[in-house]
C-alpha cells in the first residue's frame, strides 16, 4: 500500500506561483511514475505533469513554460512549481503515483487532492 502526503496549493492572485509537494509512504515501494493531475468543477481529471523513473516528463499543453515537476527519488517525493498562474488553473490538484509494492504489479495510487484558487 502507498500513502500520498499532499503539502501547498492556496490562493493566489493571477500571475503569481505557488508550489505542490507530494510525498510517498510505504514499504518496498518501486515507483515508476510520479505526478499531479487536477479537476475543475464540472470537468474530468486531466493530467498536469508526470514525472518518470529516468527523468522523462509529460505535462499538458496548457502548463507547458509555465509549471515545472520535479522528483526525488530517494525521498520519494514529487514537486509541482507553478508560476504564471491563471483563474483556469483553479481546481483540486490530485497526487498520482504508479507504483509497485509487491514486486508482481503497478497500481495507481492517489492524494486526497488540495485546492488551487486562483483570483482574477
Known amino acids: 500500500q502507498v500513502q500520498l502526503v499532499e503539502s501547498g496549493g492556496g490562493f493566489v492572485k493571477s500571475g503569481g506561483s505557488l508550489s505542490l509537494s507530494c510525498a510517498a509512504r510505504?514499504?518496498?515501494?518501486?515507483?515508476?511514475?510520479m505526478g499531479w493531475y487536477r479537476q475543475a468543477p464540472g470537468k474530468e481529471r486531466e493530467l498536469v505533469a508526470r514525472?518518470?523513473?529516468?527523468?522523462?516528463?509529460n505535462s499538458a499543453d496548457s502548463v507547458k513554460g509555465r509549471f515545472t515537476i520535479s522528483r526525488d527519488n530517494a525521498e520519494y517525493t514529487v514537486h509541482l512549481q507553478m508560476h504564471s498562474l491563471k483563474p483556469e488553473d483553479t481546481a483540486v490538484y490530485y497526487c498520482?503515483?504508479?507504483?509497485?509494492?509487491?514486486?508482481?504489479?503497478?497500481?495507481?495510487?492517489w492524494g486526497q487532492g488540495t485546492q488551487v484558487t486562483v483570483l482574477s
Open positions: 514525472v518518470f523513473e529516468n527523468g522523462i516528463t
Open positions: 498520482h503515483v504508479y507504483a509497485d509494492t509487491t514486486g508482481r504489479r503497478f497500481d495507481d495510487y
Open positions: 510505504g514499504t518496498s515501494l518501486n515507483i515508476n511514475a
